[in-house]
């Protein structure tokens, strides 16, 4: 114990980072401490902190903690660094030669979906969504994706939280059939946007995953309506897959 009391703060800081981040909920700063055996008032000053500069937040319960906007960029730009960047990318590419669409790699954040990577198509019909673009939860394919990748609780939490603003006439504007629609992508596996976050636009998307099954990122392409249906959208969704589960393999190498 004497020993891990000389760690120095800043490892300490990572420390706790790195449990939260292999953690599947939010854990209290007790619990953290439960898997780091350091003095009970260090781990929870180091909690004070990065919560105080935004690395960190808590639930509405006041006492658990989770990632916030801060930690969320990091990571986000962790992923988007060196070689990840570049063998990312070059999946991307792969699977947009194979569904000639536009294929996105989208990562959440505190107010939406977030365009971390793109590749786009030389179709004269496009949908621009560049990186950089933010996008809803609620009415996108990435979003639900997401959302429908979090436990239950948290689920209906979050959804609960949502303002589900109509974005055209098919966007789903109730908590319960968001939710009904979540419970479905999280057995299927996959989501779809039909025209829900905007007219025109045909969108599926998928999870990627790191090795123990815990979400990443949403791996989707999109196309309008006039090229791309919805059942050949799911067509594709092998496609898809396999370049999810290659972004796994290529990020966890």
């Known amino acids: ?8 703060t800043n490892l300490r800081t990572l420390m706790i980072l790195e449990i939260l981040g292999r953690a599947d909920e939010p854990l209290t700063p007790t619990q953290i401490n439960d898997r780091l055996g350091l003095p009970k008032q260090t781990v929870h000053r180091l909690c004070t902190t990065l919560e105080q500069e935004g690395f960190l937040t808590r639930c509405t319960d006041g006492k658990r903690m989770k990632p916030a906007r801060r930690l969320l960029v990091l990571g986000a730009g962790l992923m988007q660094s060196g070689r990840d960047f570049h063998s990312r990318h070059q999946i991307l590419e792969q699977i947009a030669y194979r569904v000639n669409e536009a294929v996105n790699y989208v990562v959440p954040q505190e107010s939406g979906m977030h365009y971390l990577d793109r590749v786009d198509t030389d179709w004269p019909l496009r949908i621009q969504l560049p990186v950089g673009s933010h996008v809803p ?16 609780a948290p689920r209906r939490a979050f959804v609960a939280a949502l303002d589900l603003k109509p974005l055209t006439d098919a966007t789903l504007t109730t908590p319960a059939a968001l939710l009904e629609e979540l419970a479905q992508i999280r057995k299927q596996g996959f989501a779809i946007d039909n025209g829900e976050f905007m007219e025109g636009m045909v969108a599926l998307a998928v999870p990627v995953t790191d090795p123990a099954g815990r979400y990443i990122a949403s791996l989707a392409f999109h196309g309008p309506s006039q090229r791309l249906t919805v059942a050949q959208a799911i067509d ?18």
Do not use: W
């Open 1 to 8: 114990m004497a020993a891990e009391h000389r760690i120095p």
């Open 137 to 152: 939860f609620h009415c996108t394919a990435s979003g639900k994706v997401y959302m429908a990748s979090m436990p239950p």
């Open 236 to 253: 594709q969704k092998s496609i898809i897959q396999d370049g999810a589960d290659k972004l796994r393999d290529s990020l966890f190498e």
